[in-house]
C-alpha cells in the first residue's frame, strides 16, 4: 500500500507498542465478537471489514505495534468512520470507540501528509466553522444572493464542491417559530444555561432561543454566555486534538462561573462533547475537577422540560423522530425526547426504521466525505417517508441539515424541525 506517511516508518512486528497512537490499553477491550458490526453505517453500506468498527481498532492496533505503515488505505478507512459511536451502544464489552477514534485521527493528523485538495477542505472547515464570525461573513454573500432571490443562480455558477456544500445550508433569510414567553416568574427555580455552539448560534439561531424559552417556561433561571465558544467537538473528530482540548478548558472555566445546575445545548454533539470533558482533561491539574463537575451537569432538553412537567401545547400532526448519534448513543438519551413529543396533545408519533443509523451529518463528515454521506442521507430519507409523517424531528442542527437536503431532492413534503422549535410551535398554536 503506498502512502504519504511523514512520521515513524514500520518496524518490525513487535508484542508491545512501538508508537503513540491511542491508549494501547483500550484496544484489549475489543474481543472481536461482530456485534457492533451491523451498527455500523459504513460497514452496513460496504460491508467491508475495515470499514467496520472492529476492523479499524485493528488497524490501530497494528499501527501501535509498527505492524502496518500509515499509508492512504490505513488513512481512508479512517477517515471514513462517522464517529457515529453506535458501536459503543452495541458493544457488550464496553469498548471507547469514540475516544479511540479521537486519538487515531490525532496521529493521522499529527504524521500523514494529504493530498492538495484534502487539505484545503480540513482547512476550510477548522478555519471557518469554530468561529462565528468568520462564519457570519463567509456566508454573508449567500445571505445576500437570497435577498435577491438569486441563490439558485449563485448555486449554479459555483464550483460542483462548493454547490454541495450550499445545499446543506438552511435559507438565510427564513422565520423560524419563537417559543411564547414564560407566563410566570421563575426567580426560584433551578438555573440553566444554554451552550450556543459555533455553528448553531450562526444557523439555527431559533433553536437555541427556543430552548432558553422552553426552559423558562418550565420554571428554570436561564442564565447566559457571553461570549460562547466552541465546543471543541468539530476539532476532536478531526484529529485536531490540542485545539479541541484548548476549547474544552474554556468550556469548563466558563460554565463552571455561570453556576447553572443543567448545562443545556440545542446541538447534541456539543451536549456530548462536554459530557466528555471529565473524560478530556482527567490528567488536567487545574481543571480536572471542575471538568468532572461540568460533565455531570451536561444534559439535554428533554431530560430539564420532564423533570418539571413543563406545559407542552397541541398541534395536530404525525411525526417521526430522528435520533441524533451523539445524543443516543453519546449520552444514552432515546426516550425522554419521545416522551415530550407525547405530551403535545393532537401529535401522532410513528416510528421509523433504523432511527438511531446515522444520517451522514456527523460534524463535518458530510462535506469531508460526500459520496458516503449522501448514501446514508438518502437511506434516512426513504425511512422517513415511509412514516408517512408531516415532521420529522431531532435534535442536532447538522442532523437538520444533512436530512433537510436530501428531502428538498426528492421535493418532499415531510419538514425536517428542531425538537425546540416543534416545540414552540406546539406552544404558540401555529
Known amino acids: ?44 453500506l460496504t ?32 477517515d471514513a468512520c462517522l464517529g457515529c459511536r453506535g458501536c459503543e451502544t452495541a458493544c457488550p464489552s464496553g469498548v471507547h470507540y469514540g475516544r479511540l477514534l479521537e486519538q487515531a485521527r490525532d496521529f493521522v493528523d499529527r504524521n500523514y501528509r494529504r493530498g ?11 478555519f471557518s466553522f469554530p468561529y462565528p464570525a468568520r462564519l457570519r461573513a463567509m456566508l454573508w454573500p449567500l445571505r445576500t444572493a437570497e435577498r435577491l432571490k438569486m441563490r439558485a443562480a449563485v448555486r449554479r455558477l459555483a464550483p ?62 436561564v442564565v447566559q454566555l457571553a461570549p460562547t465558544a466552541c465546543c471543541g467537538a468539530l476539532d476532536l473528530h478531526d484529529g485536531n486534538l490540542r485545539r479541541g482540548l484548548d476549547f474544552a478548558r474554556r ?30 482533561l482527567k490528567n488536567d491539574p487545574e481543571l480536572a475537577g471542575d471538568a468532572r463537575e461540568v460533565s455531570a451537569r451536561a444534559t439535554d432538553l428533554s431530560t430539564p422540560l420532564l423533570a418539571r412537567g413543563t406545559p407542552a401545547g397541541r398541534l395536530e400532526c404525525t411525526v417521526t423522530y430522528h435520533d441524533s448519534c451523539h ?22 408519533l410513528v416510528e421509523m426504521a433504523e432511527s438511531d443509523l446515522c444520517c451522514g451529518s456527523a460534524g463535518s463528515y458530510n462535506l469531508l466525505e460526500p459520496a458516503m454521506a449522501h448514501q446514508l442521507a438518502r437511506r434516512k430519507a426513504d425511512n422517513i417517508e415511509a412514516t408517512g409523517a408531516d415532521y420529522v424531528v431531532l ?5 437538520e441539515f444533512q436530512v433537510a437536503a436530501e428531502l428538498r431532492r426528492r421535493n418532499s ?8 422549535d416543534f416545540l414552540a410551535l406546539a406552544a404558540s398554536g401555529a
Request: proline residues 6%; glycine residues 8%.
Open 327 to 348: 445524543l443516543v448513543h453519546g449520552m444514552g438519551v432515546r426516550e425522554g425526547p419521545r416522551k415530550l413529543l407525547a405530551l403535545i396533545a393532537g401529535v401522532r
Open 116 to 126: 492538495f485538495c484534502d487539505t484545503m477542505r480540513h482547512a476550510a472547515v477548522r
Open 47 to 78: 460491508r467491508a471489514e475495515m470499514d467496520s468498527p472492529r476492523g479499524r481498532i485493528y488497524l490501530m492496533k497494528s499501527l501501535e505495534e509498527g505492524r502496518i505503515t500509515l499509508d492512504d488505505d490505513v488513512v481512508r478507512h479512517l
Open 160 to 221: 460542483r464542491a462548493l454547490r454541495e456544500w450550499i445545499d446543506l445550508l438552511p435559507a438565510q433569510t427564513q422565520a423560524a417559530p419563537v417559543y411564547p414567553e414564560a407566563r410566570w416568574p421563575n426567580s426560584g427555580g433551578p438555573t440553566a444555561v444554554v451552550h450556543h455552539g459555533c455553528v448553531a448560534q450562526v444557523l439555527t439561531p431559533s433553536a437555541n432561543r427556543n430552548t432558553e424559552r422552553a426552559l423558562a417556561a418550565a420554571g428554570y433561571r
Open 395 to 399: 435534535g442536532n442542527p447538522g442532523c
Open 1 to 44: 500500500m503506498a502512502g504519504r506517511e511523514t512520521g515513524e516508518t514500520a518496524v518490525p512486528a513487535h508484542s508491545g507498542p512501538v508508537r503513540d497512537v491511542v491508549e494501547y490499553d483500550l484496544l484489549f477491550d475489543c474481543v472481536h465478537c461482530g456485534l457492533c458490526l451491523e451498527s455500523c453505517p459504513t460497514y452496513l
Open 251 to 280: 468550556n469548563v472555566r466558563a460554565l463552571k462561573r455561570s453556576g447553572a445546575q443543567a448545562i443545556v445545548s440545542a446541538a447534541s454533539g456539543c451536549a456530548a462533547a462536554i459530557a466528555s470533558y471529565g473524560e478530556l
Open 413 to 420: 413534503s415531510v419538514r425536517v424541525i428542531h425538537l425546540a
